[in-house]
């Protein structure tokens, strides 16, 4: 593949990744190239498992990969809940990640779509407790994904926990570990509503270099039941630009840098 070519194949894919899908008019208008170039561009990412096309055009292969979960009503329903937000929040998170570096990805709905943002990437080791994104980053060679083993106790969460799950973070080590988390203040640090998955993001806080708690803001100031790390071992948290600036104040007080998009 030529450097152009190469050029514009990850120039599609960014082009994807902020909207999801396109058409292939879209793509000749955008890329100022031919129909015809667009569409090889196109059937080489399918073959790649990175896209998937549609009548016209394509779409990130996460919603089409991922078919036997698309019904799982409880995980869309959060998934569709601040999607923009999330949306940008993976964007920025997805950009500090480094080739051949190796980092965590927590269960959760924001952390499955910084997984989706890394579906172009090469020469990254992710290590998830999340079934989802083991699922959908299955077809991803150029990626080496390592997926905990332990057992689901609820649905729609495809969260690993238990013994096997922490005996297995126990073998690596992660230069950055992003954490979905259902509250985050600063007060109480970072929490979620079970316990048993609370002792899993434990121990990827343990085994990490570098926490980044990923959090839109309607999550802010609230506290679940399971605490999973105090505000002294949380690096950065990266939400939206609705935290508001006492919440930005008072994050930085306990020594953690905030990143709204």
Not at 103 to 126: E, M, N, W
Not at 133 to 153: C, D, F, K, P, W
């Amino acid at each position: 593949m030529s450097s152009k070519t190469d050029k514009r194949a990850k120039d599609i894919l960014r082009l994807l990744l902020r909207h999801g899908k396109t058409s292939v008019d879209d793509l000749t208008a955008e890329l100022t190239a031919s129909p015809a170039s667009i569409r090889r561009d196109l059937t080489r990412l399918e073959q790649q498992g990175l896209v998937y096309r549609t009548h016209g055009g394509a779409m990130l292969t996460g919603k089409a990969v991922y078919e036997p979960f698309r019904f799982d009503a409880s995980f869309h329903v959060r998934e569709e809940r601040f999607a923009g937000e999330k949306q940008r929040i993976a964007h920025a998170a997805a950009a500090l990640v480094k080739e051949q570096e190796t980092i965590g990805l927590s269960a959760g709905t924001t952390t499955t779509s910084i997984a989706r943002q890394l579906l172009h990437r090469r020469g990254i080791h992710i290590i998830t407790n999340a079934v989802n994104i083991g699922m959908e980053l299955s077809s991803v060679t150029a990626l080496e994904t390592t997926l905990t083993g332990g057992s689901m106790r609820w649905a729609g969460a495809y969260s690993l926990v238990g013994p096997a799950a922490l005996e297995t973070l126990n073998m690596f080590v992660m230069d950055r570990l992003f954490l979905s988390v259902t509250g985050m203040d600063p007060e109480h640090g970072a929490t979620i509503i079970e316990p048993e998955e609370a002792a899993v993001f434990r121990e990827m806080v343990r085994q990490a270099r570098e926490v980044i708690v990923v959090a839109d803001s309607s999550k802010l100031g609230m506290v679940s039941r399971a605490v999973i790390c105090p505000p002294r071992d949380i690096d950065l948290l990266i939400t939206d630009d609705g935290i508001s600036e006492e919440a930005a104040h008072a994050f930085a007080a306990c020594g953690i840098r905030v990143l709204a998009v």
